[in-house]
């Protein structure tokens, strides 16, 4: 059974700039959610789609954004990068939601210089 | 107060010792509660889930959970140097809209010296 895909892996971007970021879930996952992990502020939630519907919205600025494809692929966009956007951001797969625990993907690590 | 609220250590034990590390959530109608390990430079790991008050015992590891006190921890026995991780406490929580969103403590660091 494969498991979270998310690419790319690493990201330098400059101030400004915007960024797309790519998770496909496990096989039979409807539900994606997406988080910030810095070393200060540890894992903020960012959002929650399920079935290409955001059930779910963290505090983060509009500059943050996501969508759900039909097969459960998920993107979020960052625009108008700030140097405080540099982080990892994880990829997290479930059935529903996160009630019975996540599968976490590898993440992006982005540097925004 | 922040929502799950962890030590955040280091916590060293010695090779073989009993690492034990502490969460509690402020949301009382909290109804599951996860560990999970994150070794440096990668991705968190579900390591253990518990619903029910008591004792849930996986291999080397027990969750405990007392929903009285809002309070659930986590002991790895016979600690191992493999054992060296951050471990989040998690809890969900179900918004007004019927999505998820899961609560991360700020993480135990472990250090199990050899």
């Excluded at chain 1, 992006?108 to 210089?113: P, S």
């Excluded at chain 2, 990668?42 to 027990?62: A, V």
């Excluded at chain 2, 809002?70 to 991780?85: C, G, K, N, T, W």
Aim: a positive charge; one cysteine or more; aromatic letters at 12%.
């Amino acid at each position: 059974k494969a498991g979270v895909t998310q690419t790319p892996r690493y990201l330098i971007k400059t101030r400004g700039q915007q960024v797309t970021l790519s998770c496909s879930p496990i096989s039979g996952h409807r539900s994606v959610s997406w988080y910030q992990q810095t070393p200060g502020q540890g894992l903020q939630f960012l959002f929650e789609y399920f079935s290409e519907t955001q059930r779910n919205k963290g505090n983060f600025p509009g500059r943050f954004s996501g969508r759900q494809f039909s097969n459960s692929r998920s993107e979020m966009n960052v625009s108008t990068l700030e140097l405080g956007d540099s982080a990892l951001y994880l990829c997290a797969s479930s059935p529903s939601g996160g009630i019975y625990g996540y599968t976490f993907g590898s993440g992006t690590r982005l540097t925004v210089v | 107060q922040k929502e799950v609220e962890q030590n955040s250590g280091p916590l060293s034990v010695p090779e073989g010792a009993i690492a034990s590390l502490n969460c509690t959530y402020s949301d009382r109608v909290s109804q599951s509660f996860f560990w999970y390990r994150q070794y440096s430079g990668k991705s968190p790991e579900l390591i253990m889930s518990i619903y029910s008050n008591g004792d849930k015992e996986d291999g080397r590891f027990t969750a405990q959970l007392n929903k009285a006190s809002q309070y659930v921890s986590l002991l790895i026995r016979d600690s191992q140097p493999s054992d060296s991780a951050t471990y989040l406490c998690a809890v969900p929580r179900v918004s007004n809209t019927g999505g998820f969103k899961t609560i991360f403590g700020a993480g135990t660091r472990l250090f199990v010296k050899a």
